[in-house]
């Protein structure tokens, strides 16, 4: 069974600073896609950026870059430049590509501060 | 465009009341239909998947049910509430391969008094 662990439950940031989530993950599956996953206060659960495993490369979306290191099976997220918005818990993701099935983290819960 | 939409937002009912909430899908066919429950400052726990209308798939043994009656038409049922069954609830669908991860509805909170 593939677990996701976050081992931040709460982490804080100044504004405009830069600030690392860390997520693990444990699998024997070789293909997979990460994920990570923004809920602000509001609850609604929002995509913030996706790795494929089979690509070196690690994605970025403006201000979010993930640091994919597959042979440690780690997925950390880096936002930099933190906003105020940015305020939230975040969930770690994984799903293998042979079910389509996604398991979550535990979360981490971000507070950025003016 | 996709859209994901999720009924009622809030809801409080009494111990042994029924609960139906629903989810549609609009903008896509023979979608992947997922619920989640998340309890206050946890994480998310699957409850139900379906890949296609009757197809229902259950993680844990629970109070609750799931039906698909119709292809973009998800619902969570149950025929008498715990105190237990307390939390948020999230619809959410992806496309067959979910390369693009779930698409999540924006929740019902369900406080069972």
């Known amino acids: 069974a593939q677990t996701v662990t976050q081992s931040q439950p709460e982490m804080s940031v100044q504004e405009a600073e830069t600030v690392t989530l860390s997520c693990t993950y444990d699998?024997?599956?070789?293909?997979?896609?990460l994920f990570w996953y923004k809920q602000p206060p509001s609850r609604q659960m929002i995509l913030v950026i996706r790795q494929e495993a089979y690509k070196q490369q690690n994605a970025t979306e403006n201000r979010f870059s993930v640091n994919f290191q597959k042979a440690a099976k780690s997925f950390s997220l880096k936002i930099s430049d933190s906003q105020l918005g940015d305020t939230a818990m975040y969930f770690c993701a994984f799903m293998p590509l042979t079910n389509n099935d996604m398991r979550f983290g535990a979360g981490t819960r971000l507070t950025v501060k003016p | 465009s996709q859209t994901i939409h999720q009924w009622p937002a809030t809801l409080v009912q009494p111990v042994g009341s029924p609960l139906s909430l629903e989810c549609t899908v609009e903008?896509?066919?023979?979608?992947?239909l997922y619920w989640y429950r998340q309890a206050a400052g946890r994480g998310l726990q699957l409850l139900f998947y379906s890949v296609g209308i009757g197809q229902i798939s259950s993680e844990v043994p629970q109070n609750l049910s799931a039906s698909r009656p119709q292809d973009r038409q998800f619902i969570l049922s149950s025929k008498k509430l715990l105190l237990s069954d307390s939390g948020f609830y999230l619809c959410?669908?992806?496309?067959?391969?979910?390369?693009?991860?779930?698409?999540f509805g924006s929740g019902t909170r369900l406080t069972v008094v």
């Open positions: 699998t024997s599956e070789s293909n997979y896609y």
């Open positions: 903008g896509t066919s023979n979608p992947n």
């Open positions: 959410a669908w992806s496309d067959r391969l979910s390369r693009y991860g779930y698409t």
